[in-house]
């Protein structure tokens, strides 16, 4: 009579493999591009019944190789998975056709750059920007992700997703960038509470000194903001007002087209 070992079980007689490691770990990276938010242990145990110490295994050798990173509690997919495979956190076919001719639209109308983004984590990540001629070097050059809570892009996405907001919100206190960074609850609850209220998020020098930025919420279908879309100018070069006007206005258009693609 045929006996399990640890690579097989008896099915109808017959041995079937049990999955190896490479198995589990594609399994966990399918949980993890699925998810919107950095999930749990217990959560992609649950996904892929995995035990907790297979899965915590797998999940240290995934991220020692940038496949998955850590946030807080949780994971996501890491940046060298992101880069073969786009995952951006917005599951909209042809999102990019769509999207391209607004952000090109908005560059000619302000001449500033313009920058698309998704959340991934509790950071904004880039996942479109057109430069302008005069732009100032930001901190996120180069790694086309910013924090939250100190861009406009981010304050956005935070703005008008709850979830994302209450996760950022556990931390207690944000981490100043500049000296005009908004570093206490009260006063980013506030800030969000106004970009909900006039649906345009500003950030003046509050991530890099010498850059502001003017962002507004892109809604995808279901009516769930799903990015931002925002322009950044050296502070001063143009009013945050009327940029604010125009980017309002080609967010709003993006949302419209997504909703009827």
Known sequence: MPTETASQVVTDGRPVAQPGSLERGIDILLA?????????????????????STA??????LCSRELARRVGNGYL??????????????????TRK?????LLYLYETTRQTVNLAVPSGLEARYVERLYGHNRVDS?????????????ATGKALLAFDPALR?????????????RRTITT???????????????????QEEFTEGVSCVAAPVFGPG???????????????????????????????????????
């Open 32 to 52: 993890l591009s699925a998810a919107a938010h950095p999930v749990s242990l217990s959560q992609l145990c649950r996904a892929t019944g995995l035990p907790k």
């Open 56 to 61: 915590h295994r797998i999940l240290g050798v």
């Open 77 to 94: 997919p890491g940046e060298l998975l992101e880069t073969m495979t786009g995952i951006t956190r917005l599951h909209v076919p042809g």
């Open 98 to 102: 769509v999207v391209l001719p607004y």
């Open 139 to 151: 901190r996120s050059d180069g790694m086309d992700r910013a924090p939250l809570h100190c861009t």
């Open 166 to 178: 209450r996760e950022l919100f556990a931390r207690g206190s944000f981490e100043r960038m500049t």
């Open 185 to 203: 609850l009260t006063g980013l609850d506030r800030e969000l509470a106004q970009v909900r209220s006039q649906g345009v998020a500003y950030a």
């Open 223 to 261: 009516g769930r903001i799903c990015m931002s879309l925002g322009v950044a100018a050296p502070a001063g070069a143009a009013p945050l007002a009327r940029l604010g006007i125009s980017v309002r206005g080609a967010a709003q258009a993006i949302s419209a087209a997504l909703l009827s693609a």
